[in-house]
């Protein structure tokens, strides 16, 4: 990353997930094919960033950076394919999320 002292808290969470994504993205690959627990909001960093499995139901007055396009499915963090229902998550490791959910997480692809 760089040292901008500038750098807006948006930006830095984008490179911080770009980086979580290169740097464990190739042992989660592996998993693509097992069946992982689907992730809930009883998880904590699922509810600090507002995951949901339906991205038609985020709360906009507290995530304005939603989009109606955004979901799972289409962001790079998310380790399957389009196609498919449940896929690993770069951001919650051993949990599979909904290719239809949405968190704060989302970097599109």
Not at 67 to 96: D, E, I, T, W
């Amino acid at each position: 990353m760089r040292s901008d002292p500038h750098l807006s808290r948006r930006e830095a969470l984008k490179q911080l997930m770009q980086i979580a994504l290169l740097t464990t993205a190739p042992a989660y690959a592996l998993r693509v094919g097992a069946e992982e627990p689907h992730l809930t909001g009883a998880n904590a960093s699922a509810a600090a960033l507002g995951y949901t499995e339906d991205s038609g139901s985020v709360n906009v007055d507290k995530f304005p950076q939603h989009a109606p396009a955004q979901r799972c499915a289409n962001c790079k963090l998310f380790l399957g394919a389009n196609s498919v229902g449940y896929a690993p998550c770069a951001l919650y490791p051993g949990n599979a999320v909904n290719a239809n959910g949405w968190c704060a997480g989302y970097v599109a692809r």
